[in-house]
């Protein structure tokens, strides 16, 4: 499978950026499509998901400010990111299950 994220730059704190994840048809609709970041010098982490079926979960942190949704028609998720905030910079990717398969990422970088 091949991932190619993108929407990602530099923002003020309280900003937001709209990140989009482009996958295969055969991928985005038929898997949880979920989103991971990674900052440096940490481990990579799950930030939020959604099922085939519009159904969400997200990290504890980003509820409330973070949104996923998906348009299985162009075959794209999206992570509508509000309020961010400086421990939200990292880079950003998605992918499916089993997770072996990952894209170049999208850097989001939040400072003032």
Same mark, same amino acid.
Not at 62 to 67: C, D, I, L, Y
């Given at each position: 499978?091949? =991932?190619?994220?993108? +929407? +990602? +730059?530099?923002?003020?704190?309280?900003?937001?950026?709209?990140?989009?994840?482009?996958? /295969?048809?055969?991928?985005?609709?038929?898997?949880?499509?979920?989103?991971?970041?990674?900052?440096?010098? $940490?481990?990579?982490? =799950?930030?939020? /998901?959604?099922?085939?079926? +519009?159904?969400?979960?997200?990290?504890?942190?980003?509820?409330?400010?973070?949104?996923?949704?998906?348009?299985?028609? $162009? /075959?794209?998720?999206?992570?509508?990111?509000?309020?961010? $905030?400086?421990?939200?910079?990292?880079?950003?990717?998605?992918?499916?299950?089993? =997770?072996?398969?990952?894209?170049?990422?999208?850097?989001?970088?939040? /400072?003032?």
């Amino acid at each position: 499978a091949q =991932f190619v994220e993108s +929407g +990602g +730059g530099l923002v003020q704190p309280g900003g937001s950026l709209r990140l989009s994840c482009v996958a /295969s048809k055969s991928i985005t609709n038929r898997y949880v499509v979920t989103w991971y970041r990674q900052a440096p010098g $940490k481990q990579r982490e =799950f930030v939020a /998901s959604i099922t085939n079926g +519009g159904y969400a979960n997200y990290l504890d942190s980003v509820k409330g400010r973070f949104t996923v949704s998906r348009d299985n028609v $162009k /075959s794209t998720v999206y992570l509508q990111m509000n309020n961010l $905030k400086p421990e939200d910079t990292a880079v950003y990717y998605c992918s499916v299950p089993p =997770f072996t398969d990952w894209g170049q990422g999208t850097q989001v970088t939040v /400072s003032s």
